[in-house]
């Protein structure tokens, strides 16, 4: 069979550059921001200290804060700066990334979310969220806006990161995965994209059971994914893990491995979103192989071509064993 990368411009897998710009016509840039919301992992709710492995910015390390006081609409214009040198593209997906996005009354929300779809320039909005924090009232919210913005987009991003249970418990991820099942769903009848987030390489996994995760998501039609690198980070509880050699971290080689085939088993038009991770410098532990972005990529792409694979080499649509 002839490799499927001419389809994604000579990408082995579907990227999300390629999707964009095939809808678009141009390169569309993501401004990641701080809606100042909190989690049910740290406000007391089910605990105060969050996952193992979030850091203080609820993996919103990145986000173009600069203190809660800044309107959605002052980030926004702030996030634009970082691409004035830009020659290609001058639109923008505003990314609501830190801590749990719908995690606030609808009023709220529907206000912080309107703000950035007024935004001429803002083609749509991605929102993080744990798949527990959709109550009715949210998905109401999320329908209506999908009604009232046909020209824009609302993409939901689910963190689950795994599907094993005994890992969730370890993470302290806070839900089962039927909960997960549940937001997948309720998601799907309104038309909501979602894209779940995965971490590969957290503590007791092995190469299949990160495996199994991506090849159940294949299977349950989500519409892009991200695949995110372990990262140990500084003041987190994972610290204490990785120090008491507990588990190991991924090396270059087989982290590069693992994507390969975790790509391999994902049907064609499932969206890659990532395929690695950004360690802020000042927090990172392990691995510091990961800051150097460029060569992941550059190596994943180089040893797709080697062996002649692609995203859905080894794709079987009604198998979901190895």
Known sequence: MKPQAMRWNDKPYHTLDYELKAHYGEKIYKIALDAGMTCPNRDGTYGSRGCIFCSAGGSGDFAAKKGIADSISTQLEKGKQYFRNKTIGNRFIAYFQAYTNTYAPAARLEHLYREALDEPSVVGISVATRPDCLDSDVLSLLDRLNQDYPDKFIWI??????????????????????????????????????????????????????????????????????????????????????????????????????IISCLEILPPDMVIHRVTGDGPKDLLIAPLWSLDKRRVLNTLHQEMKRRGTWQSAAYRMNDCKQ
């Open 157 to 258: 991003e689910l963190g689950l990161q795994t599907i094993h249970e005994q890992t969730a418990v370890l993470i302290r991820r806070g839900y089962p995965l039927s909960v997960f099942d549940q937001a997948l769903a309720s998601l799907r009848k309104i038309s909501i994209p979602v894209i779940v987030h995965v971490i590969l390489g957290l503590p007791g996994e092995d190469r299949q059971m990160m495996l199994e995760t991506c090849r159940f998501l294949g299977q349950k039609g989500a519409d892009g994914i991200k695949l995110q690198l372990l990262h140990v980070l500084k003041n987190t509880d994972l610290v204490e893990l990785y120090e008491k050699k507990t588990f190991e971290i991924l090396d270059f080689m087989e982290y590069i491995d693992i």
